[in-house]
């Protein structure tokens, strides 16, 4: 559109049309005529769509990238924290029940693959984001 490409953001988004309702994460009901009348959202089972815990995707994500050192739950805890991951109902989920762990999507598996590719200081800057967080946070309640 003629802007500069450094001001740019990536937004995805997708549409699954289900064949039976039951398989649906959300049914849109429409009244009279196609007018909407209310919108429903149907309980799922975590397990399915935030199939990994951080020891299940540690070993997802060294099987998908084979580096060296490994990937372990300390660089996906600063990728998860650096980028607000665990606000991001797309990538994490954990359950009202107090105590449940968190767990994280295969689009966050994707996600996390893709980036690591991208970028070989991926996790490093991701570490360097949590430090400069915390020590901003440090002062906000030295400050406070």
Known sequence: MGYSQEFAVQI??????????????????????????????????????????????????????????????SHIQAVAKAHAIQGNRMYFYRGQVKGSPGQYSRRFADWFVTRHRQSDDFIDKAREKVRQINVKARAERRGA
């Open 12 to 73: 995805q988004y997708g549409l699954a049309i289900q064949d039976k309702a039951t398989d649906a994460a959300v049914l849109a009901f429409t009244g009279p005529g196609g007018k909407p009348a209310r919108t429903l959202e149907v309980a799922k089972d975590p397990s399915k769509q935030y199939p990994f815990r951080e020891t299940e995707l540690v070993a997802e994500l060294n099987d998908r990238l084979g580096v060296d050192p490994p990937i372990n739950r």
